[in-house]
């Protein structure tokens, strides 16, 4: 849908969602934590950070390329209730 409006879902106001940062040496077990949860059911490790390059989101796309994730210019989209 977002694609057909021409929107990147990246750049959508969301709810109800959390992104963790966590060393890796404990990312399995806090997983497993959130799993246990009603609410993380569907919990999945979605990316790793590494020293460089610094400061940069590479979004790695279906097709195996990748993407500069660059940071929001403006505002949110709002949110319609």
Not at 3 to 25: F, M
Not at 61 to 66: D, P
Request: proline share 5%.
């Amino acid at each position: 849908m977002c694609e057909i409006l021409g929107l990147d879902p990246l750049y959508l106001a969301n709810e109800g969602k959390v992104v963790v940062v966590i060393p890796r040496a404990q990312a399995q077990e806090a997983l497993a934590a959130m799993r246990k949860h009603e609410y993380g059911a569907e919990s999945a490790i979605i990316g790793e950070v590494f020293e460089a390059p610094r400061e940069t989101v590479i979004l790695q796309t279906a097709f195996g390329g990748e993407r500069i994730v660059d940071m929001l210019v403006g505002d949110q989209l709002p949110r319609i209730c």
